[in-house]
């Protein structure tokens, strides 16, 4: 009964910035876990980063380590990604990810709810 209601995806030209949000409801978090991913066209689902709700501890993938930063607000019980010094190859299809039992993990198929996932489209 979870549901990830995403925001903040659009056009951006290479090296500008974004910020996603997700809010999530109908439970809250606390010592879940939450994520993010991205799908481009033509490619498989990517891992891009987690961060667990109560301690705020977060793990990226190397493809954007120091690039993007996830962060949550728990009174808004909102996720963030932040992305910095967008490149064409961070065009995708980006999805807010939650579980309520999972610590750790890069496989979409732990976590248990998704959103509806937002379009970032970086130009060249």
């Known amino acids: 009964q979870v549901q990830l209601v995403e925001s903040g995806g659009g056009l951006v030209q290479a090296g500008g910035s974004l910020r996603l949000s997700c809010a999530a409801s109908g439970r809250t978090f606390s010592g879940a876990s939450m994520g993010w991913f991205r799908q481009a066209p033509g490619k498989e689902r990517e891992f891009v980063g987690q961060?667990?709700?109560?301690?705020?501890?977060?793990y990226y993938a190397d493809s954007v380590k120091g690039q993007f930063t996830i962060s949550r607000d728990n009174a808004k019980n909102t996720v963030y990604l932040q992305m910095n010094s967008l490149k064409p190859e961070d065009t995708a299809v980006y999805y807010c990810?939650?579980?309520?039992?999972?610590?750790?993990?890069?496989?979409?198929?732990?976590?248990?709810?998704w959103g509806q996932g937002t379009q970032v489209t970086v130009s060249s």
């Open positions: 990810v939650g579980s309520r039992t999972i610590s750790w993990s890069t496989r979409p198929e732990s976590y248990d709810y």
């Open positions: 961060i667990r709700w109560n301690s705020g501890n977060t």
